[in-house]
Structures are given as structure tokens and as C-alpha cells.
């Protein structure tokens, strides 16, 4: 009995002083992380006052791209960093304008609603009619793609009315009209279709022109772009460029001519 009794005892003390080192070590380690955690609280005030702060924030948006020799190249490029990463000589970037002529270019087409548009772009602009009537607007599609020989009619008819030079300002010389790309559309609301700038006042214009982007759209003439563009604030014009691009142009308040500047 006795002998298993001092067994007992011997236990119970390796167990205290087992206890008893355990305890001191979590004492000596706790202030020790303590004053770990203390010590960069006071000396990043330090560090921040030199202010090298610039530096580090700077140097993501560098680092980037993987570090070269050729820095003076590199450097105009991180003001457009937030382009679209798009190949703007795919379709979609088609640019029909008076600087730009698209010569006999012919899309295949597909009707929607009674317009022809490019066959790629119907999906795209049937979500896009479809949101906007989930609205309660009352869409309606006015004029879609329009080929050469009928631009080339329009046109002829204004000469012969007004000459040339007025002509040119009304109706847009055959193969410079975006609607011969097949990608634009003009839009007007079923009980207001006129073509003119009070159309901007309609809430159909309203919620078309700030969702747009989001099916692809962009409103294509925008208000003070005419001298860019060649055109008059068209606030019934919607093209279709892909909601990348759309998302960067409307967001920027950019025109399209613009748009593809910054990729030259
Ligand atoms: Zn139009």
C-alpha cells in the first residue's frame, strides 16, 4: 500500500512540475507576441512619415507587365490600362463614317421585328428590346440596316433636292452610313417616333441609354460628339460593339471614332 503510495506521490509531482513549466512558458511567451505585435504598430508610424507610401501604390499597376528594358515605351501605356483587352478588327468594331467608307460591304442579315440587322447581333438586341419591355416601355424598331443601293437612292434624292454640299449634312453618302454594317439600329418609342432631340426626354431614351451596355449597345451619336462623329446627337441610334467595349464607351462617355483612337 505504502509503496503504491509514494508512486502516487511521485506522479502528482511530475504532474506540478509539468503543470508548473507549462504555466511559465505560456506566461514568458505570451508578452513576448505582445511586444511582437506592439513593435510594427509604432514603427510604422515612422515608416509612413518619410512618405514612401506613393511608391508601393504606385508600383502594382507597373510591376504588371513584366519588367523590361524598354520603360520610356511602356510608360503611356498604364493610362489606358482599363481598356478592353478586344481585336478591334473583328466585326464588331466595323467603323462606317465620311473618313471611313465601307465601299459595297454586305452583311448577312436576319429580320427582327420587321428590321434587317446583322444576323450576329439579333440575339443581343432581342434581350435588349425584351429588358426594356420588361419595363413597361413601349419599343419599337425603326430602321435597321440599310444596303448601298438604297443609301445611294436616299442620296441622290437630297442632291437632286438640295446639291452636295447640303446633302451631305442630311443623309450620309453611300457606303459611309452605319446602318449599311447592319450592326446599328434607330429606336424610338412606338407612341414617339420622332426623330429629333426631345426624343432624349422619353423614359424609353432614359432607361436605353443607361442599359445599353449591357446587351452590347452604345448610344452611337452621342450630344457634343458631332464634331468627332460627323453627325447630330442621334438619340434614337443604337449600335452594337459587344458589352466590353459598350461597358468601357458609355462608362468613359466616349463616341466610337474615340473609342477606337485609343487602341492606335
Ligand atoms: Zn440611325
Redesign the pocket.
Known sequence: MSGKRVVRIIFGLILLVVFAVCSYMSFVAAPKSMEMNKAPAESAAPVETPAPSAAPEESPAVSEEPVESEVPEETPEPVNSDLPQIDITSWEFVLANLNNPIGEYTPTTETLEGQPLDTRIIEPMKEFVAAARAEGLSVYLS?GYRDYATQQYLYNRKVAQYGEEVAKTIVAPPGT???QTGL???ITDRYYESKDRSLENTAMYQWMSQHCQEYGFIV??PDGKEDVTGIIY?P??FRYVGVEAATYIMEHGLCLEEFLELYK
Open positions: 430602321s452610313s452605319e446602318h446599328a439600329c434607330d452611337r451619336y442621334e434614337w441610334h
